[in-house]
């Protein structure tokens, strides 16, 4: 892969939005013709058609627990589409990370909102997860406030990347979730979704040099803001992506790790479920490539990127 100008710590997705969209009148204002789109999947009628999922947390499923710092909630009602939900009363004002491990894989989160429900992908598989609440003592030390388990067995692992979640924020009827539905409306077959959704980002969300400048460890991408700006980073991009092809059904990854064409740089991208295969799209590096009227590969080379953790 050539490498292309900077793209620093996270990514841009999608859009913006005007009022022609949603009146009906969706275009490419580009040349359509430089993207190459051969290498992706195509979508046949035995391929499994997902629904939008059903993101509400049933208020009833919640397991109290107790610690010095204050109460925490696990919310187990989202388990048969593999996430959780939890929530902390804290009392204090350190950070709150949460971790949440399988096996010999564990991802750490950030717990941003005081007092309300985040929800957690479990995203490594069947099996028992440990869901450790964790406080800052000072720098990188923690120490555990709590740690359960909870048992996932779903049938279909592929449903965990649907859900709305932390790093991956939609629900029908919002910014993102309505534009997807005006772009994939005459979209007969997930590979149209994917393609017409995909086109949608490069051509109309542009990299925002400046952003990686001024935002720190509780950064979550906002689609709205994205949208809006027409503007992000590479974690505004995958995060878009993903949010609108969930909406409309397509499991999609949110990955962060490094790229060939700038190995040392933190990097995200997504992962999509087409065809049923899964293929590496990176729309951030596309989009640089296409508003510079060059060519650009759809599909990229898995080989090119070193996953660091899957969301």
């Given at each position: 892969m050539k490498?292309?100008?900077?793209?620093?710590?996270?990514?841009?997705?999608?859009?913006?939005?005007?009022?022609?969209?949603?009146?009906g009148s969706f275009s490419i204002n580009k040349n359509e013709n430089l993207i190459n789109d051969e290498l992706i999947p195509l979508s046949s009628g035995e391929d499994k058609l997902y629904a939008m999922l059903d993101n509400t947390l049933s208020m009833d499923a919640g397991r109290n627990i107790s610690t010095t710092a204050g109460n925490i909630q696990i919310n187990e009602s989202l388990i048969s589409q593999g996430a959780i939900g939890i929530k902390f009363d804290y009392s204090g004002d350190k950070k709150i990370k949460i971790a949440i491990s399988n096996k010999n894989d564990t991802v750490?989160?950030?717990?941003?909102?005081?007092?309300?429900y985040e929800v957690f992908p479990l995203q490594f598989g069947n099996g028992s997860y440990d869901i450790s609440i964790m406080e800052n003592l000072e720098g990188n030390k923690y120490t555990?406030?709590?740690?359960?388990?909870?048992e996932l067995d779903i049938p279909d692992q592929n449903v965990v990347f649907l859900n709305s979640t932390q790093t991956v924020k939609w629900s029908g009827g919002d910014e993102s979730s309505t534009l997807a539905l005006e772009i994939t409306k005459n979209s007969k077959t997930d590979t149209d979704k994917v393609k017409a959704i995909y086109a949608y980002i490069i051509d109309k969300i542009d990299y925002d040099y400046s952003k990686i400048e001024g935002i720190d460890y509780t950064y979550i991408p906002d689609n709205n803001a994205t949208l809006d700006s027409g503007k992000g980073i590479c974690y505004d991009y995958a995060a878009l992506m993903a949010s609108m092809l969930r909406s409309v059904g397509v499991p999609v990854k949110l990955v962060k790790g490094y790229g060939d064409f700038q190995p040392e740089t933190y990097h995200a991208w997504n992962e999509v479920l087409v065809g049923g295969e899964w293929v590496t799209i990176d729309t951030t590096y596309d989009a640089q490539l296409y508003s510079d009227g060059k060519k650009v590969d759809m599909v990229k080379e898995s080989s090119a990127y070193a996953i660091v953790n899957v969301y």
């Amino acid at each position: 892969m050539k490498k292309i100008r900077s793209i620093l710590a996270a990514v841009i997705i999608l859009a913006a939005v005007t009022s022609s969209v949603f009146a009906g009148s969706f275009s490419i204002n580009k040349n359509e013709n430089l993207i190459n789109d051969e290498l992706i999947p195509l979508s046949s009628g035995e391929d499994k058609l997902y629904a939008m999922l059903d993101n509400t947390l049933s208020m009833d499923a919640g397991r109290n627990i107790s610690t010095t710092a204050g109460n925490i909630q696990i919310n187990e009602s989202l388990i048969s589409q593999g996430a959780i939900g939890i929530k902390f009363d804290y009392s204090g004002d350190k950070k709150i990370k949460i971790a949440i491990s399988n096996k010999n894989d564990t991802v750490y989160y950030n717990y941003l909102t005081n007092g309300s429900y985040e929800v957690f992908p479990l995203q490594f598989g069947n099996g028992s997860y440990d869901i450790s609440i964790m406080e800052n003592l000072e720098g990188n030390k923690y120490t555990v406030l709590s740690s359960s388990v909870v048992e996932l067995d779903i049938p279909d692992q592929n449903v965990v990347f649907l859900n709305s979640t932390q790093t991956v924020k939609w629900s029908g009827g919002d910014e993102s979730s309505t534009l997807a539905l005006e772009i994939t409306k005459n979209s007969k077959t997930d590979t149209d979704k994917v393609k017409a959704i995909y086109a949608y980002i490069i051509d109309k969300i542009d990299y925002d040099y400046s952003k990686i400048e001024g935002i720190d460890y509780t950064y979550i991408p906002d689609n709205n803001a994205t949208l809006d700006s027409g503007k992000g980073i590479c974690y505004d991009y995958a995060a878009l992506m993903a949010s609108m092809l969930r909406s409309v059904g397509v499991p999609v990854k949110l990955v962060k790790g490094y790229g060939d064409f700038q190995p040392e740089t933190y990097h995200a991208w997504n992962e999509v479920l087409v065809g049923g295969e899964w293929v590496t799209i990176d729309t951030t590096y596309d989009a640089q490539l296409y508003s510079d009227g060059k060519k650009v590969d759809m599909v990229k080379e898995s080989s090119a990127y070193a996953i660091v953790n899957v969301y």
